[in-house]
């Protein structure tokens, strides 16, 4: 890895130390509106329960939780120092109950099959160690019939070549990808 790479991955691929904590804020601003028109693509309905993989500074988070007023909403992150600001700027619904936010990876979630309505994440996937690893497992944890959006903006490094095959072997159908300006987002379901 080079020095360059290690800066990036330690402010936003991986956070930690206070390269992580600036990248918390940078992606707070950056991924905002990625973000909530992910959510809105997702449909989320108030019941539903919602998970976030890699919710970064809690943005995501925070606008699913408005989206699933009456449902629940939970994440996985692998950095401290994201889950850290996700859950302060969450504060009052973790507290109630109604978001469970925790530290982990997408390969390995910590939750049983058919958990979830639906399933997010925004610039995450570009730096798991195995998209099609860590799709599968996120498969695994949605209901029957669930739905999948990954955004994406223009700052990703994410190319659109090969995605749609990734969610195949994965085991998803009716994918499709939908462009916004520079950002793009890939819907999927869970057969």
Same mark, same amino acid.
Request: aromatic share 6%; glycine share 14%; proline share 4%.
């Given at each position: 890895?080079? !020095?360059?790479?290690? /800066?990036?991955?330690?402010?936003?691929?991986?956070?930690?130390?206070?390269?992580?904590?600036?990248?918390?804020?940078?992606?707070?601003?950056?991924?905002?509106?990625?973000?909530?028109? !992910?959510?809105?693509?997702?449909?989320?309905?108030?019941?539903?329960?919602?998970?976030?993989?890699?919710?970064?500074? *809690?943005?995501? /988070?925070?606008?699913?939780?408005?989206?699933?007023?009456?449902?629940?909403?939970?994440?996985?992150?692998?950095?401290?120092?994201?889950?850290?600001?996700?859950?302060?700027?969450?504060?009052?619904?973790?507290?109630?109950?109604? +978001?469970?936010?925790?530290?982990?990876? +997408?390969?390995?979630?910590?939750?049983?099959? *058919?958990?979830?309505?639906?399933?997010?994440t925004i610039n995450?996937?570009?730096?798991?160690?195995?998209? !099609?690893? *860590?799709?599968?497992? /996120?498969?695994? +944890?949605?209901?029957?019939?669930?739905r999948i959006a990954?955004?994406?903006?223009?700052?990703?490094?994410?190319?659109?070549?090969?995605?749609? *095959?990734?969610?195949?072997a994965a085991g998803?159908?009716?994918?499709?990808?939908?462009?916004?300006?520079?950002?793009?987002? !890939?819907?999927?379901?869970?057969?």
């Amino acid at each position: 890895m080079t !020095v360059l790479q290690n /800066i990036l991955s330690h402010t936003f691929g991986r956070p930690t130390g206070l390269l992580g904590k600036s990248g918390g804020l940078i992606m707070a601003r950056s991924n905002r509106n990625c973000a909530a028109w !992910v959510v809105e693509l997702l449909d989320v309905a108030p019941r539903d329960k919602v998970l976030e993989v890699g919710f970064g500074p *809690g943005v995501g /988070i925070e606008l699913l939780t408005q989206a699933a007023s009456g449902g629940y909403v939970f994440g996985v992150d692998p950095s401290r120092e994201m889950l850290g600001q996700a859950r302060a700027r969450n504060a009052k619904a973790v507290l109630s109950g109604h +978001v469970d936010l925790r530290l982990g990876a +997408v390969e390995s979630l910590p939750f049983k099959a *058919g958990s979830f309505d639906k399933a997010m994440t925004i610039n995450s996937l570009q730096i798991w160690p195995d998209a !099609v690893t *860590g799709l599968r497992e /996120i498969y695994r +944890v949605m209901k029957p019939g669930g739905r999948i959006a990954i955004g994406f903006t223009r700052h990703s490094g994410q190319q659109k070549n090969g995605l749609i *095959g990734k969610f195949v072997a994965a085991g998803f159908a009716n994918m499709r990808i939908i462009e916004k300006g520079s950002d793009f987002c !890939v819907l999927a379901e869970k057969r």
